[in-house]
T-cell receptor, first 116, second 112 residues
Framework: GNSVTQMEGPVTLSEEAFLTINCTYTATGYPSLFWYVQYPGEGLQLLLKATKADDKGSNKGFEATYRKETTSFHLEKGSVQVSDSAVYFCALSDLNLGYNFNKFYFGSGTKLNVKP | EAQVTQNPRYLITVTGKKLTVTCSQNMNHEYMSWYRQDPGLGLRQIYYSMNVEVTDKGDVPEGYKVSRKEKRNFPLILESPSPNQTSLYFC???????????FGSGTRLTVV
């Protein structure tokens, strides 16, 4: 079946450090991949996405590349800020052939703490 | 502003007292879903809808009902709430296949 596995947190970094949050997936078809961010007390916001192999999604300095050969979609940022402190969720959307509807699979979330 | 609006943001209720959490989106999205978020369990889908009058169960539908009489609204109904339904609930919508969800701000429900 389909699933998403994220590195466990929390991840604690100093401001301006390089960030990597690992995400790997299993899928039966050709999924679209997403990263969401959840700031304290808020809902999830779509951060970036990639819909096919070798696509790179990017937004607000964050990047992730869809790697089919390693079934990965790692989130990276070159220089984190205190305001990036949040929980990050990797997600997968695969076509369920029994229904005309993509089912979404979320990872468990990785909490990022950035210290000044 | 394009958004998903949930109400109420916070709700404390007693066991067995029927309640409805409303959800409305102004983006003309086809697909809508309800999720609950619990510590250690992540996000779990309760129900989803592909269009008006088309709904189906997600991973944890027991104790919940939904309806989709209009495209923009997707209320979540708890007919007889129990303490194990204490959780943070999110409504979400998206245009269709290949698109990500837009989430509401959440409803924190406590059942005592």
């Amino acid at each position: 079946g389909n699933s998403v596995t994220q590195m466990e947190g929390p991840v604690t970094l100093s401001e301006e450090a390089f960030l990597t949050i690992n995400c790997t997936y299993t899928a039966t078809g050709y999924p679209s991949l997403f990263w969401y961010v959840q700031y304290p007390g808020e809902g999830l916001q779509l951060l970036l996405k990639a819909t096919k192999a070798d696509d790179k999604g990017s937004n607000k300095g964050f990047e992730a590349t869809y790697r089919k050969e390693t079934t990965s979609f790692h989130l990276e940022k070159g220089s984190v800020q205190v305001s990036d402190s949040a929980v990050y969720f990797c997600a997968l959307s695969d076509l369920n052939l029994g229904y005309n509807f993509n089912k979404f699979y979320f990872g468990s979330g990785t909490k990022l703490n950035v210290k000044p | 502003e394009a958004q998903v609006t949930q109400n109420p943001r916070y709700l404390i209720t007693v066991t067995g007292k029927k309640l409805t959490v409303t959800c409305s989106q102004n983006m003309n999205h086809e697909y809508m879903s309800w999720y609950r978020q619990d510590p250690g369990l992540g996000l779990r889908q309760i129900y989803y809808s592909m269009n008006v009058e088309v709904t189906d169960k997600g991973d944890v539908p027991e104790g919940y009902k939904v309806s989709r009489k209009e495209k923009r609204n997707f209320p979540l109904i708890l007919e007889s709430p129990s303490p194990n339904q204490t959780s943070l609930y999110f409504c979400a919508s998206r245009p269709g296949q290949g698109f990500g969800y837009t989430f509401g701000s959440g409803t924190r429900l406590t059942v005592v």
